[in-house]
């Protein structure tokens, strides 16, 4: 591809498009953890991830909710519109796992009796640390309005996705969220996979996600592959 690359992260390429409001996303098998001190490779997880997204994307558009997808181009790359993003991960909650486990004490798998929405400060020299809305004002990451908007949009994806992945027999035990302006309306961007997604079996509790990955779990390639074969019924 003889693109201009914009950026590389941990588990895309982002490349300008012909279009100068749109970018290519391209997915790589390349995986990572505890904020890049874990890596390895994930057979076919640009595949899945790639073709995931474009799936729930477009899901999620049909039912209103703006996301930056425009097409999918081949099996590993997607064109989106070109995002301001705002610095911030939105974290929505529906169990307690990770984290949320270790700062409450709560068993692993708890239901919660409402959803928690979390802000993380998007910075990896800083390990992406967990921020309340005062210092997001604080540091004039987003103003009141914007927040208002981030948290919306979020809680509008859990309840249109939980009961979507509920009838394919998944579990949204909580997921991760980056948004960007463009031409001043907020869209979802990103991706939404088992990278960015904690999803267990409906029966078993099997995690079905990057958590085989962080916990040497085995069979990660497998729980990808599961998880595309029942999203895109």
Not at 49 to 77: F, G, K, Q, S, V
Not at 173 to 186: M, S, T, W, Y
Request: net charge neutral; with cysteine.
């Amino acid at each position: 591809m003889d693109k201009k690359l914009l950026y590389e992260g941990k588990a895309k390429r982002v490349f300008q498009a012909d279009q100068e409001d749109a970018v290519i996303m391209e997915f790589k098998d390349d995986a990572t953890a505890f904020n890049g001190q874990k890596r390895g490779q994930i057979a076919d997880k640009g595949v899945i991830n790639c073709a995931l997204t474009a799936r729930l994307y477009r899901y999620l558009e049909d039912r209103r909710i703006p996301t930056h997808l425009l097409e999918a181009l081949d099996e590993r790359r997607l064109l989106v519109r070109r995002l301001t993003m705002i610095p911030l991960e939105v974290v929505v909650r529906n169990r307690v796992a990770g984290s949320l486990s270790q700062r409450t004490g709560l068993e692993e798998g708890t239901e919660l009796a409402s959803c928690v929405v979390e802000f993380y400060f998007k910075n990896d020299a800083l390990g992406d640390p967990l921020f309340n809305e005062d210092h997001i004002r604080a540091l004039g990451l987003a103003d009141d309005n914007t927040i208002a908007e981030l948290k919306a949009l979020a809680l509008r994806v859990n309840r249109v996705l939980s009961p979507f992945l509920l009838e394919r027999q998944l579990i949204l035990v909580d997921f991760k969220l980056e948004f960007g302006r463009f031409q001043g309306r907020l869209l979802l961007g990103d991706e939404i996979t088992p990278d960015t997604c904690r999803l267990w079996d409906a029966s078993s509790l099997e995690k079905l996600d990057k958590d085989r990955f962080r916990r040497d779990l085995g069979d990660v390639e497998g729980a990808y592959q599961e998880v595309w074969k029942r999203v895109q019924k």
